[in-house]
């Protein structure tokens, strides 16, 4: 449980926009300093395609990765991570071995609706 200083307001929740995606398009990144594929994720219209590195390569080969949805924050500024300006930040928890598991919608739900 979070101490009473590392508690937020529910406002600062709302200022973090986390949307949901499909990823469009996963590539290699041999350019990466840790194993990372590059990633295109298509969050609907109102968003659009965005650009993305990720770390999930020991739970994920590149064919599993296409058509999956996945929940990103839109809202952070760019980030250039070697030769890829990463436009969102793809959401994810660790295994016990520290191997990224990506946050996924259970049901179908519209791209980019945001989480509440």
Do not use: C, W
């Not at 290699?28 to 994720?41: G, M, V």
Request: hydrophobic share 40%; proline share 6%.
């Amino acid at each position: 449980m979070a101490k009473s200083e590392d508690e937020i307001q529910f406002e600062d929740f709302l200022k973090v926009d986390i949307r949901v995606g499909v990823i469009v398009k996963a590539e290699e990144f041999p350019e990466a300093r840790n194993p990372a594929y590059k990633l295109q994720i298509d969050f609907g219209e109102e968003i659009g395609l965005k650009k993305s590195s990720a770390q999930i390569t020991k739970l994920y080969g590149l064919s599993d990765l296409v058509g999956r949805k996945i929940a990103a924050v839109v809202n952070f500024p760019p980030r250039q991570i070697g030769p890829v300006m990463s436009e969102v930040l793809v959401l994810g928890f660790s295994d016990e071995n520290g191997d990224i598991s990506l946050v996924s919608p259970q049901h179908d739900v519209p791209l980019g609706n945001r989480m509440h």
